[in-house]
């Protein structure tokens, strides 16, 4: 009889290509157990729910402006979005006290503090600051002659229109400014007139200088 020939072992090829088979099929098995499980146990996560959101990073994209942000809303809280405003633009707000201190200062006599009402002509025929130059900031060809050599020879400037939102007192010292004002000279009163007229300060009206005085409506 002749011998019989041995049977053909597999590959160790084979061999790793059965147990990663055999892995794969145990891991799917457990896969489908762990879901089926967990879909059924009271505690189960949820499978749409995102345990770990991210935090959410600050508008202004990083800490250090972040923390220069929340510093510009405490001084913005102090100032007043006006004085922001004018601060933002170079320009000193002028506060009520300061403007009135100004308005009775020697210097004011003389020239040398001078007050801009940047409001349009009829506005400032019914009531303007005593001695206050007009220039209407919409017809600065016309105003500017006679407004800017004041402004040039005097120590302090100070502009101002209703108070308040309006803006024209801003646009108008920009102007200034502009045509050859120093700037450390001009400052904006933000109260404007409005705040002027309630405090019971003295009111002239017609042209500047005409004497024809008015006292203010006084607070409310």
Known sequence: MGK???QSQPSSGTRRVSVV??????????????????????????LTRDYFPASPLP???GIGQATAGAASAVETGALGAVDQKLQEHG??????ERMHALFTDARYAQ???????????????EG???GAYLFDRYRQDEFLPSVLPACQNAESVVVY???GDCEDSHFAALALRDAGVPADRLGVYSGGI?????RGYPMETGDRGSGMMVEGVGAP
């Open 161 to 163: 229109c209703n108070g």
């Open 4 to 6: 019989a020939r041995p």
């Open 111 to 125: 020239e040398l503090v001078v007050f801009i009402d940047a409001r349009e002509a009829r506005r400032y025929q």
């Open 91 to 96: 320009l000193e707000p002028v506060t009520d």
């Open 128 to 130: 303007h600051i005593p």
């Open 194 to 198: 409005l705040s002027w007229q309630k």
């Open 59 to 61: 508008a202004t994209g």
């Open 21 to 46: 088979r055999q892995a794969l099929l145990v891991g799917a098995f457990g896969w489908v157990f762990a879901l089926v499980a967990n879909t059924l146990s009271p505690r189960g996560l949820s």
